[in-house]
């Protein structure tokens, strides 16, 4: 499959997806959403994959949804087409995606940062929700997730303000995990999702997906799922190969069953 703004490449285990138009910062246009949901599925499809990244360019992850497209769109376009709603196949996927952030995310690149599993920041990472400053707001789940992320004050503050938030205090806030200089953050990134493609597949899963019931869920609900997933896990054959591999003081060999 061939691709115009984006650029797919499989290091092994890992797809590395990068965002690839630098005359606009990587703005988020219809082309880069179909481009970019095409890979993802291929990526969730290929049994030879297990973990995927997502990053951009050093000067920018992605400088939001494109606002050159957006201009001439009113309310009818907006509404009727359900404007940004094909974003949400990109969180259904099941297998990781971490997104490696150089540069700046703001307002959809910040937001599709955010629907990823997790953020790797480089040092020069700029997060905000500038929407405010186009006389909109976030639409992508931004005010959403960056709540959930920071907390009300410092989300609040952000989509009023229209600032940006600079790695440290993104690493400080609990917005990202972990902050890397920028030139290794790409290989940082791969080597990460390598850790996580050596895993036993379903426990990949099992994993992303208990972490991710706990923003949809009350804590006994959580829990109880978690528990329940906990159980299902000993009808694998990978259960007992990792508990032998261990017992055994050797490598787990996973057959993803
Ligand atoms: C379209 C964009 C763009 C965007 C940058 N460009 N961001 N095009 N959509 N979101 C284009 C510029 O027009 C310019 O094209 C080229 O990329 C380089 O950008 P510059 O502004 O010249 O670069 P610089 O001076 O370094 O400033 C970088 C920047 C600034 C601070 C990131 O570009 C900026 O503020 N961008 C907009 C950020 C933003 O508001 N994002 C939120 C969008 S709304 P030309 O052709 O002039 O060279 C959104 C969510 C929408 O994401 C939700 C509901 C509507």
Redesign the pocket.
Known sequence: MSYETILVEQRGAVTLVTLNRP???N??NSQVLSELLGAMRAFDADPSQGCAVLTGSE??FA????????QAQGFADMYGHDF?AGWDVFTRTRKPIIAAVSG?A????C?VAMMCDFILAADTAKFGQ??I??A?????G?SQRLARAVGKAKAMEMCLTGRMMGAEEAERAGLVSRVVPAAELVEDAVKTAATIASMAPLAVKANKEMVNAAFETTLAQGVAFERRLFHAMFGTADQSEGMAAFVEKRPGNWTGK
């Open positions: 005359q606009a910062l703005a988020l000067k920018a400088a939001g949804a494109d606002i050159k497209e957006m940004f700046f703001l307002g959809g690149g937001e500038p929407e400053k186009l909109v707001t976030p639409g992508m931004g």
